[in-house]
Nanobody, 126 residues
Framework: QVQLVESGGGLVQAGGSLRLACAASGRNFNTYNLGWFRQAPGKEREFVAAVRWSGSRTSYADSVEGRFTISRDNAKNTVYLEMNSLKPGDTAVYYC???????????????????WGQGTQVTVSS
C-alpha cells in the first residue's frame, strides 16, 4: 500500500509559479514510479508528468514541457512538481499517483497508477 498526500496548491496569477509536493508513506519509496495528473471541471483526468523510481528518467505532457519540472527526493519520500509560467489553462485539481510496475518505461495513462492522493487545487487567474 502507498499513501500519498499532496500540498502546495493555491491561487496564482498568470505567469506565476507554484511548487507542489507529494509526501508518500507505506511501501518503500524507491520501488515505484510517480506521476502527476490533473483534472479540470468537466474534463477527463490527464497526464502531466512522471518520474521513474530512481529519478533517472522523466516524462512530460506536451502542454507543460519546458514549463514544469518533476523531481523526487528519495531521502524525504517526496515528489515535487515545479510549475512556472503558469497559464489559466493549467487550472485544475492536481493529483499525485504511484505506479508499482517499474519494469517498463514511464506510463502516462491514469489506469496504470494504483494509488492516488486526494488532490490539491491550482487556480491560475488571467
Amino acid at each position: 500500500q502507498v499513501q500519498l498526500v499532496e500540498s502546495g496548491g493555491g491561487l496564482v496569477q498568470a505567469g506565476g509559479s507554484l511548487r507542489l509536493a507529494c509526501a508518500a508513506s507505506g511501501r518503500n519509496f524507491n520501488t515505484y514510479n510517480l506521476g502527476w495528473f490533473r483534472q479540470a471541471p468537466g474534463k477527463e483526468r490527464e497526464f502531466v508528468a512522471a518520474v521513474r523510481w530512481s529519478g533517472s528518467r522523466t516524462s512530460y505532457a506536451d502542454s507543460v514541457e519546458g514549463r514544469f519540472t518533476i523531481s523526487r527526493d528519495n531521502a524525504k519520500n517526496t515528489v515535487y512538481l515545479e510549475m512556472n509560467s503558469l497559464k489559466p489553462g493549467d487550472t485544475a485539481v492536481y493529483y499525485c499517483a504511484a505506479d508499482l510496475n517499474i519494469l517498463g518505461g514511464i506510463r502516462t495513462t491514469p489506469s496504470a497508477y494504483a494509488f492516488w492522493g486526494q488532490g490539491t487545487q491550482v487556480t491560475v487567474s488571467s
